[in-house]
């Protein structure tokens, strides 16, 4: 990363010389750095991408913001009544909601998170997986293989986790199947409620989540003032996971 900063672009044939390793191992490292959204994949290497989020491995999300993220889950599950058919996307903030679901009956959960799954089958819950191609950085089925899934069904509430949040930009992600599978989902939902901490404002990641409404709920533990009424302007409830709206 340093030497990218440094150059802006790099070839794998240079970034092999630099780092005295093969340019198999440089490749496989840029693709999986790529995915992450630390860098852009260009043709025979990398450019350095400045303004975007990147997306954390799976394990090092669940251990950031531990806290918040257990209060907007308690926050969501106000939401949740007994009968409700549901929708639960991959990140760690969704999962603390999944492993609060034992409070509720009857319910019917659609997932494309194999950890929220992984969670749920004891629960009696009714379970459906989307199908999809397995993203390991996530633990989640994502691109157009699970477009006949999620188009043939409805759900009253898609609870949805996202790496970045601008006013302009909405949702964004790092991968585009991610985002494609995310897109199919807010499509067949009654209410669309996004569930994401305070670090996520502000920043964006390297692909949009188109939704043609406003965003119909933002549960958050904080959000500046500006953000606040800009969203509400729009439509979009904010609840404050302190129980303030």
Do not use: W
């Not at 790529?34 to 994949?41: D, T």
């Not at 209060?71 to 990140?91: E, S």
Request: proline residues 2%; glycine residues 6%.
């Amino acid at each position: 990363m340093q030497l990218l900063r440094d150059s802006d672009v790099l070839t794998v044939g240079a970034l092999s010389e630099a780092l005295e390793v093969s340019e198999a191992t440089i490749r496989r490292d840029l693709q999986g750095m790529h995915e992450r959204g630390l860098l852009e994949r260009v043709h025979g290497g990398a450019a350095f991408k400045p303004d975007a989020m990147p997306e954390p491995l799976f394990a090092d999300k669940q251990e950031q913001f531990t806290e918040a993220k257990q209060q907007i889950a308690a926050a969501a599950l106000a939401m949740i009544r007994d009968y409700d058919t549901i929708f639960l996307d991959g990140g760690s903030t969704v999962l603390k909601l999944a492993q609060l679901l034992e409070s509720r009956r009857h319910l019917t959960v659609v997932t494309n998170s194999l950890m929220a799954a992984a969670q749920l089958m004891e629960s009696g819950h009714h379970l459906i997986l989307c199908g999809g191609e397995f993203r390991a950085l996530s633990r989640t089925l994502v691109g157009p293989l699970s477009k006949p899934i999620l188009e043939s069904i409805a759900v009253d509430k898609a609870f949805m986790g996202t790496i970045g949040f601008t006013l302009s930009d909405g949702m964004s992600t790092t991968d585009a199947n991610e985002a494609f599978t995310k897109e199919q989902v807010m499509r067949r939902a009654k209410q669309v409620i996004l569930l994401a901490d305070h670090s996520k404002f502000g920043t964006r990641s390297l692909v949009r989540c188109q939704l043609d409404r406003p965003l119909d709920v933002l549960i958050t533990n904080a959000i500046d003032d500006k953000l606040r009424q800009a969203l509400a302007d729009q439509g979009t409830e904010v609840i404050v996971s302190d129980g303030s709206c």
